[in-house]
């Protein structure tokens, strides 16, 4: 299996921060690794695709923007 990566996007509001914490949370419930990484840079965001944050990336596709995810909803998109 090949390294899993989670990008959360967004400029370190706490919507993100309480997303990126969601997705920790995710990843330890299903007993996985992962890289995870706080992109803040607006550009960056923009060049991802992304109009609405804080948003979701899962290895390099975005899977959600705009609102926060809970725990179990980011489960249910990762791979196990």
């Known amino acids: 299996m090949s390294q899993l990566t989670i990008d959360v996007l967004g400029t370190g509001c706490e919507k993100c921060h309480e997303l990126e914490a969601n997705a920790r949370t995710a990843l330890t419930r299903l007993n996985l690794t992962a890289e995870v990484n706080h ?27 705009g609102k926060v995810l809970s725990a179990d909803e980011i489960a249910a998109l990762l791979p196990h």
């Open 39 to 65: 992109i803040t840079d607006p550009l960056a965001i923009a060049d991802c695709g992304v109009m609405r944050t804080p948003a979701l990336r899962i290895n390099g596709q975005v899977v959600s923007q």
